[in-house]
């Protein structure tokens, strides 16, 4: 079956733009996270929904990313007035519910982000 | 908080040698553990998982760890490297109640 779909794979933005990362997860996941990883770093965890409602963003940086998930598949991340530390790939996971399944995650390709 | 740690940033073995990729944790409470792998420009893979059920986990493509509490470290392993498994290995801990948290990754060279 199709695994987790993240768009675009590439994006080059301006300091100081509005960007939008999007995650398909796999169908029937209700667990969706969000991860940053810098280059030669492991990924770090941004946020976590579970259904519609994030269940924790405590890793979020700050007030200029955000995340949704309004129907509970798909999630957009977004990240206002770019900064070029904002530079990384972001990764998407999804998971059946939580401790169900051992927290197992299935994780996107990533969106690469670029911002000059 | 927990939290993980990689010893070797780089690791190179030779083709059809072992495979020795270690990883500590720090925890009050009893860990998930997992191991993922990463091919350049790709996603995480799930090699293993330690889910308090058998301390000796076994995964996919021949890798194996052992979940150690009186040494918290859950180091991975496989008996024979071959080209294919070159790639960036990252350890992860999960606690309920608490995020993810994955270490800064090994990098995995198999040399011919």
């Known amino acids: 079956g199709a695994g987790v779909s993240q768009t675009p794979s590439n994006k080059v933005t301006e300091k100081g733009k509005y960007v939008e990362l999007r995650c398909d997860p796999i169908?029937?996941?209700?667990?969706l996270y969000w991860y940053r990883q810098s280059l030669g770093q492991g990924p770090e965890f941004l946020i976590y929904f579970q259904g519609t409602g994030a269940a924790d963003d405590s890793g979020l940086p700050n007030d200029r990313f955000f995340a949704v998930r309004p129907e509970g598949s798909v999630s957009t991340l977004k990240i206002q007035r770019t900064e070029r530390g904002d530079s990384a790939v972001y990764l998407c996971?999804?998971?059946?519910?939580?401790?169900?399944?051992?927290?197992?995650?299935?994780f996107g390709p990533g969106t690469r982000l670029t911002v000059t | 908080a927990q939290s993980v740690t990689q010893l070797g940033s780089h690791v190179s073995v030779s083709e059809g040698a072992l495979v020795l990729l270690r990883c500590n944790y720090s925890s009050s409470v009893p860990p998930y553990l997992f191991w993922y792998v990463q091919y350049p420009n790709q996603g995480l893979q799930l090699l293993l998982k330690y889910t308090s059920a058998a301390t000796l986990v076994k995964g996919i493509n021949g890798f194996e760890a052992e979940f150690k509490k009186s040494e918290t470290s859950f180091h991975l392993t496989k008996p024979s490297a071959h080209m294919s498994d070159a790639a960036e290995y990252f350890c992860?801990?999960?606690?309920?109640?608490?995020?993810?948290?994955f270490g800064p990754g090994t990098r995995l060279s198999v040399l011919p």
């Open positions: 996971a999804s998971s059946l519910t939580g401790a169900s399944n051992n927290y197992e995650q299935y």
């Open positions: 169908s029937g996941h209700t667990a």
């Open positions: 992860a801990v999960k606690i309920y109640g608490q995020n993810f948290v």
